[in-house]
């Protein structure tokens, strides 16, 4: 998906593997816009700006700034057009927004507004979650309805999984609306939805890429017992007594722990090992 609104029928060309097709409706735009409510003091980060109609409007709200990431350089004309009308506005950068170095941005962003490439759903919120000691704590994304279903997942149900559960013990997640596929031009086959993601606690706990880490060996086989995924995971061969360590029961699966539980095996397993191995996203 992009976030740019189709004007009319001989609106750009989409690209499949690029993922994209244009929001047509703009109920669904005046949506976001009210959800993000841009202040002047805002430094907004955009994801996939299309033909930039979401980032006019979002720039019309008076922005302090506005960084948009776009990869298809076919898009360079409409976006070139719009930095000359908000040239003190508007910062353009092109490129793969999940390989992207986002570090080196001054001002740094602390919001993300973003109708993402479907395909890239995980790895960028993943990315972007890295980032929120540096400020980025607010983050709205137009996903796939099946995604907005697995990051909201509660414990205990068939949709959780690891990056619904880094959301919640990092802060909250909700649905903002569903998306219909008439919403958009090409028509997507499948559902879509509106989230908001705002990040207030352990901010800093992606940063070393141990609890991803955990989190992804913990889930590898979902049907698979806890203890039965984690074996041999960090060079630990008895995994029966961290988790007896962190209160958790062997045989439960993965997708049955609650936050708090979670952060207690992180505690148990990071205090019992030297050199946790990087996260494998």
């Given at each position: 998906m992009n976030s740019g609104v189709a004007a009319g029928d001989d609106f750009f060309r989409t690209k499949k593997r690029f993922g994209q097709n244009f929001l047509v409706d703009r109920s669904v735009l005046a949506d976001i816009l009210k959800r993000a409510d841009v202040r002047q003091s805002d430094v907004i980060l955009e994801i996939g700006p299309g033909e930039g109609v979401l980032t006019r409007e979002l720039?019309?709200?008076?922005?302090?700034?506005?960084?948009?990431v776009e990869l298809d350089v076919r898009l360079k004309d409409a976006l070139l057009k719009l930095k000359e009308e908000f040239?003190?506005?508007?910062?353009?950068?092109?490129?793969?927004?999940?390989?992207?170095?986002?570090?080196?941005?001054?001002?740094?962003?602390?919001?993300?507004?973003?109708?993402?490439?479907?395909?890239?759903?995980?790895?960028?919120?993943?990315?972007l979650l890295?980032?929120?000691?540096?400020?980025?704590?607010?983050?709205i994304y137009m996903v796939q309805k099946e995604a907005a279903l697995r990051l909201t997942a509660r414990p205990?149900?068939?949709?959780?999984?690891?990056?619904?559960?880094?959301?919640?013990?990092?802060?909250t997640?909700?649905?903002?609306?569903?998306?219909?596929?008439?919403?958009f031009r090409p028509r997507p086959r499948v559902e879509s939805a509106v989230i908001e993601i705002c990040l207030s606690r352990n901010l800093r706990l992606l940063n070393d890429g141990r609890f991803s880490a955990l989190l992804h060996a913990s889930f590898r086989q979902r049907r698979k017992m806890l203890v039965n995924n984690l074996k041999n995971f960090s060079g630990i061969t008895r995994w029966e007594s961290v988790l007896e360590e962190a209160d958790i029961e062997p045989k439960i699966r993965a997708e049955d722990l609650g936050g708090e539980e979670w952060l207690k095996l992180y505690g148990a397993w990071t205090s019992s090992v030297i050199s946790p191995p990087p996260a494998s996203l």
């Open positions: 720039l019309l709200a008076r922005p302090s700034l506005l960084y948009a040239s003190d506005k508007l910062n353009l950068l092109w490129g793969d927004a999940v390989k992207l170095d986002y570090s080196a941005l001054s001002p740094f962003p602390t919001r993300v507004v973003a109708n993402i490439p479907y395909n890239i759903t995980t790895p960028l919120i993943w990315r890295e980032y929120a000691p540096l400020g980025l704590t607010s983050h205990d149900t068939k949709d959780r999984y690891p990056l619904g559960v880094a959301l919640e013990v990092m802060g997640v909700s649905l903002v609306r569903a998306v219909a596929p008439s919403c």
